[in-house]
Nanobody, 123 residues
């Protein structure tokens, strides 16, 4: 069992930055690929970015590539999402997720979800 707790969301102006953190419980954090998804009102939850468990290879949705960066610190059982050049369309609830599959691209492989943290970008 893995519990995920996100933090760092908030209100920011367009062009600004936020850093989200996701703290994981348990000793097996390093065995999970980690990801961030987001869900805007009236829309389906969508993939944002993921990072593999061993090599730390990163994957990004086209909409955030070049602006967002995912990283992980296995010693601290934490995954981060640095979000720069934020746009109003980035407004959503951001969810941390974990999976024992090698790569995460979609919601169907997720085994554990965090409770979500709200990110609001004003224009």
């Amino acid at each position: 069992q893995v519990q995920l707790v996100e933090s760092g969301g908030g209100l920011v102006q367009a062009g600004g930055s936020l850093r989200l953190s996701c703290a994981a419980s348990g000793r097996t954090f390093s065995t999970y690929a980690m990801a961030w998804f987001r869900q805007a009102p009236g829309r389906e939850r969508e993939f944002v970015t993921s990072i593999t468990r061993n090599t730390g290879t990163q994957y990004y949705a086209d909409s955030v590539r070049g602006r967002f960066t995912i990283s992980r610190d296995n010693a601290k059982n934490t995954v981060y999402l640095q979000m720069n050049s934020l746009k109003p369309e980035d407004t959503a609830i951001y969810y941390c997720a974990a999976s024992d599959t090698p790569i995460i691209y979609k919601t169907t492989v997720i085994q554990y979800w965090g409770q979500g943290t709200q990110v609001t970008v004003s224009s």
